[in-house]
T-cell receptor, first 117, second 112 residues
Framework: GAVVSQHPSRVICKSGTSVKIECRSLDFQATTMFWYRQFPKQSLMLMATSNEGSKATYEQGVEKDKFLINHASLTLSTLTVTSAHPEDSSFYIC?????????????FGQGTRLTVV | SQQGEEDPQALSIQEGENATMNCSYKTSINNLQWYRQNSGRGLVHLILIRSNEREKHSGRLRVTLDTSKKSSSLLITASRAADTASYFCATDAYGSARQLTFGSGTQLTVLP
């Protein structure tokens, strides 16, 4: 159980276009999901906390108008990279914890490799 | 923001040997977890140790925690080629709503 599915796994887009990444909890509900960004051979940097039914909480330095987050249901959060530029190329990963669970172990999606050309 | 450092940054060993990775963190924690990441993939949870625990075992994994030194170690015994991956420690603080802060990671290569 506790499977998180992230889609797409890879995407290539042209500079100036927008890309939407979906994060779904397949067998549990989550009021909170987390979005991370990872550069090659580096660690995960938290971008924002996605809250179901309310606004996302962004980490310092992350542009909320650039990285739009929508948590429309208890099983789906989306991250939209707007007006993408080559410097936005990165690996984006989401995670979630089952609603009602007291455990802090996070369940991660398989990640999305974004390449902006 | 990144919590701390892991060392070594990269570790290469032969199959059957033990691998030890260390993690240091900066602030008080509630729990410390270790995750594994295969190249280009998501993270998989390995083991969690609470701030009031000093050592924990799970299969071939042994984790220690020294809160006075703000450090943890992950030992993988009898390593296998399939253990090749990046390993990250992650901490969460009291009242942090399960928000994790990750260490810099160790790239482990196990040679067959």
């Amino acid at each position: 159980g506790a499977v998180v599915s992230q889609h797409p796994s890879r995407v290539i887009c042209k500079s100036g276009t927008s890309v939407k990444i979906e994060c779904r909890s397949l067998d549990f509900q989550a009021t909170t999901m987390f979005w991370y960004r990872q550069f090659p051979k580096q660690s995960l940097m938290l971008m924002a906390t996605s809250n179901e039914g309310s606004k996302a909480t962004y980490e310092q330095g992350v542009e909320k108008d650039k990285f739009l987050i929508n948590h429309a249901s208890l099983t789906l959060s989306t991250l939209t990279v707007t007006s993408a530029h080559p410097e936005d190329s990165s690996f984006y990963i989401c995670s979630a914890n089952p609603l009602g669970s007291t455990k802090t172990e996070a369940f991660f999606g398989q990640g999305t490799r974004l390449t902006v050309v | 923001s990144q919590q701390g450092e892991e060392d070594p940054q990269a570790l290469s060993i032969q199959e059957g040997e033990n691998a030890t990775m260390n993690c240091s963190y900066k602030t008080s924690i509630n729990n410390l977890q270790w995750y594994r990441q295969n190249s280009g993939r998501g993270l998989v949870h390995l083991i969690l140790i609470r701030s009031n625990e000093r050592e924990k075992h799970s299969g071939r994994l042994r984790v220690t925690l020294d809160t006075s030194k703000k450090s943890s170690s992950l030992l993988i015994t009898a390593s296998r080629a399939a253990d090749t991956a990046s390993y990250f420690c992650a901490t969460d603080a009291y009242g942090s709503a399960r928000q994790l802060t990750f260490g810099s990671g160790t790239q482990l290569t196990v040679l067959p």
